[in-house]
């Protein structure tokens, strides 16, 4: 399979915990996007990488988030001091850009989080 | 200015209907206008895109119509199908961002 890919898939933990995703992009694809999506909305933009270069965020991420992509391949998103409110679908998606369809946005299947 | 607004909430439609999902943008600074079904527990799919220079788009069953001057587009199912029941999602990209910025959704269901 050659899409995006998220890990874990699912992962609970208590409030106060901190909790790591992983995404890994289609292979040639430079663009890398972290969306947030909660049940019953479309999914929210929270950051995006060209290559290793973070070029935007939103005033979604709080200072509790960061996200890293260190050498222009794969993408860690980290939460620190998890709360409750930060339940929800972290998606990660990814792109080609420079080429025909550069705003082609492909996405992953999305790690499921519960912060009881 | 950077909402895109999406109805119906939910669609309920017979085999073989053509449900119609409708959605309004307000940054005139969009280029890009994409599609995406998601079925649950899995990641939005990119269905079909238009760009504003052009008025329809058709894909197999899928079409994209866009009205640029009302800054309206809406996306048709022709022959719709049981498997076509998902949650579908209009959006809207460009400006001075390189994000997408989703609809709320359409919860599809096609009934057999």
């Known amino acids: 399979d050659t899409g995006v890919s998220q890990d874990p898939r699912h992962k609970i933990t208590k409030r106060g915990q901190n909790v790591t995703f992983r995404c890994d992009p289609i292979s040639e694809h430079n663009r890398l996007y972290w969306y947030r999506q909660t049940l019953g909305q479309g999914p929210e933009f929270l950051t995006y990488?060209?290559?290793?270069?973070?070029?935007?965020k939103s005033r979604l991420l709080s200072d509790r988030f960061s996200a890293e992509r260190p050498k222009g391949s794969f993408s860690t998103l980290e939460i620190q001091r998890t709360e409750q409110g930060d339940s929800a679908m972290y998606l990660c998606?990814?792109?080609?850009?420079?080429?025909?369809?550069?705003?082609?946005?492909?996405f992953g299947p999305g790690t499921r989080l519960t912060v009881t | 200015q950077q909402q895109v607004k999406q109805s119906p909430q939910s669609l309920i439609v017979q085999k073989g209907g053509i449900p119609i999902i409708n959605c309004a943008y307000e940054n005139t600074a969009f280029d890009y206008f994409p599609w995406y079904q998601q079925f649950p527990g899995k990641g939005p799919a990119l269905l079909i895109a238009i760009r504003p220079d052009v008025s329809e788009k058709k894909e197999g069953r899928f079409t994209i119509s866009f009205n640029k001057s009302a800054k309206q587009f809406s996306l048709h199912i022709m022959d719709s199908q049981p498997g076509d029941s998902a949650t579908y999602f209009c959006?809207?990209?460009?400006?001075?961002?390189?994000?997408?910025?989703f609809g709320t959704g359409t919860l599809l269901a096609v009934q057999p």
């Open positions: 959006a809207g990209h460009g400006g001075a961002t390189n994000k997408l910025i």
């Open positions: 998606a990814s792109s080609l850009y420079g080429q025909g369809n550069s705003y082609e946005q492909y």
């Open positions: 990488f060209q290559n290793e270069a973070q070029l935007e």
